[in-house]
């Protein structure tokens, strides 16, 4: 069964990044979303100190499609995620909404479904 979830990522000001959703595999969603600010803190090039909510959830839009690089024909089975301008903003009614803090990686704040 699909679990419908909406991440946003919130920086060191405390400003909350625009809504990811997803209406599948919401909580396995919700993992990547930590492991990828797991791994940010590793990279070098990347302070995340000074990253922005914004830069971050561009940056995992990038990181979730990295493996697979598909070709154009493919893309419209794809196109499961969707922004929205906050947790309230798509259906998320299975799992909620998650903002996860970039410094930490763990979740700061959910919003029940």
């Not at 909406?6 to 909580?27: C, M, N, R, Y």
């Not at 990181?63 to 998320?92: H, Q, S």
């Amino acid at each position: 069964m699909s679990k419908k979830a909406s991440i946003a990522f919130e920086d060191v000001w405390q400003h909350e990044s625009i809504a990811l959703f997803t209406p599948k595999d919401g909580e396995q969603f919700i993992e990547d979303a930590k492991t990828f600010v797991k791994n940010l803190a590793k990279m070098k090039k990347i302070d995340v100190g000074n990253l922005s909510a914004d830069r971050a959830m561009f940056l995992f839009t990038r990181w979730l499609e990295l493996p697979d690089y598909l070709p154009l024909d493919e893309l419209e089975n794809e196109a499961e995620y969707y922004f929205g301008t906050d947790g309230m903003d798509g259906d998320n009614s299975d799992l909620g909404h998650y903002v996860i803090n970039l410094l930490t990686g763990q979740v700061v704040r959910q919003l029940s479904p």
